[in-house]
Every structure is written in structure tokens, then in C-alpha cells.
């Protein structure tokens, strides 16, 4: 089965006209994660894993300011693979061909999201990617 991805990069001019620029990209399979997390979620878990080398396309975002860590929740339990510092409505975009490197550079088992914003955060994880080795 197929899956695609539409990512969507725009910028406005303070005249109201726009620029928009679409990439479709497709795949074999797709992990979808949108739920939201009350302010005051400490390390929660967040079951995915993600193999960074088989991506070919990413989006995390989130409307409220949140931590995202990967694979360890840090503090005590040891220092997390990578950390996310999200800001509100500033997703991590990046699909296959950018010109930007993939911001994952590690295999994640697990993600570890903290909410300490003052309001709930509506968090939104895609990932597309090709299942097949």
C-alpha cells in the first residue's frame, strides 16, 4: 500500500500575498500521533519508534512551547539520545531531498514529552517512511 505525505511551506508578504510551495512525498507506511497533554505532563511516554535512516518524511509540532526527548527521560534515568525544545505553532519540518540534514540522528524507541507551558498542548508527530529494509 501507498502512503502520501503532503508538506506545505508558505511565507506571506505584509500585503496578504502569498507563497506556497507543495512536495508530495510517498511511502510504503506512516506513523500518525495527535493527542493532547495536559500542562504539568512530566516525561510522559509517547509509544514510537522511529528509524531515522528509512524516513523520508517528518513533522512534530505542537500550539504550546514543549520538550520532546528521545529514547531516555533524562534527569536521573540517564541524558535522553536527542531533546526537542518545541515552540508553539514552530513545527520540525523535513522531508527526503531537503536541504536541511534529517533533524533525527538516531534510531528512537521511545519519546518522552514534558508540558510545563500553562496550557494544554496539542502535540502532532508524522512520520512517513519505508518499511521495507
Known amino acids: 500500500m501507498s502512503v502520501s505525505h503532503v508538506f506545505t511551506r508558505s511565507w506571506k508578504r505584509s500585503d496578504g500575498s502569498p507563497v506556497n510551495y507543495e512536495k508530495t512525498v510517498t511511502s510504503d507506511t506512516d506513523t500518525d500521533h ?3 497533554y495536559a500542562d504539568g505532563t512530566i516525561d510522559q511516554l509517547i509509544d514510537i519508534a522511529i528509524d531515522f ?5 517528518l513533522f512534530i509540532g505542537s500550539d504550546q512551547d514543549v520538550t520532546l526527548e528521545t529514547n531516555n527521560p533524562g534527569g536521573a ?3 535522553p539520545d536527542q531533546t ?3 515552540k508553539a505553532n514552530c513545527p520540525i519540518e523535513w522531508t527526503e531531498d531537503d536541504v536541511a540534514t534529517n533533524p533525527i540522528t538516531v534510531d528512537i524507541t521511545a519519546i518522552y514529552i514534558t508540558n510545563d507551558s500553562g496550557e494544554t498542548a496539542n502535540v502532532e508527530i ?3 517512511y519505508d ?3
Do not use: V
Not at 535512516?53 to 518524511?57: C, D
Open 34 to 36: 495527535s493527542q493532547a
Open 53 to 57: 535512516s528509512r524516513t523520508k518524511g
Open 77 to 79: 534515568s540517564g541524558t
Open 84 to 86: 526537542f525544545n518545541l
Open 126 to 128: 508524522h512520520n512517513l
Open 131 to 133: 518499511a521495507t529494509p
